[in-house]
């Protein structure tokens, strides 16, 4: 089983700021990464899939970036919408993997 | 539009049984694989199934692997997940999602005597 390890646990950001999240995998998973966007109360949103391709409707805000093992979310200036938990998730192999989460928080 | 609306969540004791629905609208659905995903209590998401399209492939997370049964019903739009031998941990919100793009609002499904 592929482990994803997402650092951090939480980000505590002021709207504006730029954060960057970051993903591991316990092996190559190539390019086949997703992240996904989950706010209290809702179902999860895909926002970049194939590491770097923007999902419908995603505000370029948003971007992707890695392969192999190494992967970044970034978004270049928080709204305060964006304030959520960010999932990464693999589809290289089965099974299908999550990573723990990382909190983005308002400083 | 596309919609994915589950339904069939509940309260059943350890050691029961629930059908879980997912009810799908807006698009072909027989073209498509879908995935059931669930997030316990204030935990993380969690994969739990996989059925292809045509119903060929089927994929189980070892957690729940011999307990429960995916299938759909192309004719009818429908997906499912029949839960068996239900344990405590099981209890989560399920969610079934369409190659990750969409997803439903989830069913709350509580395993507790």
């Known amino acids: 089983e592929i482990v994803l390890t997402q650092s951090p646990a939480t980000l505590s950001l002021s709207p504006g700021e730029r954060a960057t999240l970051s993903c591991r995998a316990s092996q190559s998973v190539s390019s086949y990464l997703a992240w996904h966007q989950q706010k209290p109360g809702q179902a999860p949103r895909l926002l970049i899939y194939d590491a770097s391709n923007r999902a419908t409707g995603i505000p370029a805000r948003f971007s992707g970036s890695g392969s192999g093992t190494d992967f970044t979310l970034t978004i270049s200036s928080l709204e305060p919408e964006d304030f959520a938990v960010y999932y990464c998730q693999q589809r290289s192999s089965w099974p299908l993997t999550f990573g723990g989460g990382t909190k983005v928080e308002i400083k | 539009e596309v919609q994915l609306v589950e339904s069939g969540g509940g309260l059943v004791q350890p050691g029961g049984s629930l059908r879980l629905s997912c009810a799908a609208s807006?698009?072909?659905?027989?073209?498509?694989?879908m995935n059931w995903v669930r997030q316990a209590p204030g935990k993380g998401l969690e994969w739990v199934s996989y059925i292809s399209s045509a119903s060929n492939t089927i994929y189980y997370a070892d957690s729940v692997t011999g307990r429960f049964t995916v299938s759909r019903d192309n004719p009818k739009n429908s997906l499912y997940l029949q839960m068996n031998s239900l344990r405590d941990e099981d209890t989560a919100v399920y969610y079934c999602?369409?190659?990750?793009?969409?997803w439903g609002q989830g069913t709350l499904v509580t395993v507790s005597s």
């Open positions: 999602a369409r190659d990750w793009s969409y």
């Open positions: 807006g698009f072909t659905f027989s073209n498509y694989d």
